[in-house]
């Protein structure tokens, strides 16, 4: 990782922890103590969905999933960790790759000026860490989004009903 990249995530990471705790300065001079409450358990949970994928050590997915929110101006991805001990070791880069790749295809079929808030989940079952991306289903064209998903090698799964949920292991 380049020094400019460290620079850029650590700007963007303050940005938001002091737009935080400028809600949170906000609310406490209004007297609104269950605003506080709300934005501090907020920012906690925030915290440990980030510790949680701390613990894969997939630093090179990480850097990149934190620029997507940053950067993207349509999506948004919310991450959860399921894997309570240390997981059976994930292969970073493909991981990377392949997460690129279905982010390669989701914006041919965004709808123009639509925001995609996501959930990245990890679970690991048996030995094997089960992925799942979930989105709501506003999509041009979801049933071709679909076939397109379903053609990466890797992908196992797409369900279309309440959300659009693309899954694989890794």
């Known amino acids: 990782m380049k020094e400019q990249d460290v620079v850029e995530m650590l700007r963007h990471y303050r940005h938001d922890w002091l737009n935080d705790m400028q809600l949170i ?17 907020e920012v906690m949970e925030r915290s440990n969905q980030e510790r949680g994928l701390d613990r894969l050590n ?8 934190y620029q997507l929110n940053w950067r993207s ?20 880069e493909e991981l990377l790759a392949k997460v690129q790749k279905i982010f390669q295809i989701l914006p041919s079929y965004q ?10 989940i990890f679970k690991k079952v048996n030995h094997t ?5 979930t989105f709501d289903t506003n999509w041009i064209n979801i049933d071709a989004l679909k076939q397109k998903l ?3 090698s890797f992908i196992q799964n ?3 009903q309440e959300k659009l949920r693309i899954e694989w292991q890794e």
């Open 73 to 92: 101006g349509t999506f948004q991805l919310h991450f959860q960790s399921l894997i309570e001990e240390q997981p059976t070791i994930i292969n970073d």
């Open 158 to 160: 797409v369900t279309i």
């Open 129 to 133: 860490i089960h992925i799942h991306l």
């Open 25 to 41: 300065l906000g609310y406490a001079q209004m007297g609104k103590l269950d605003k506080i409450q709300s934005k501090i358990t």
């Open 150 to 152: 379903e053609s990466l």
């Open 58 to 65: 997939i630093p090179k997915t990480m850097v990149w999933l």
């Open 111 to 120: 709808k123009e000026y639509e925001e995609y808030i996501g959930t990245l």
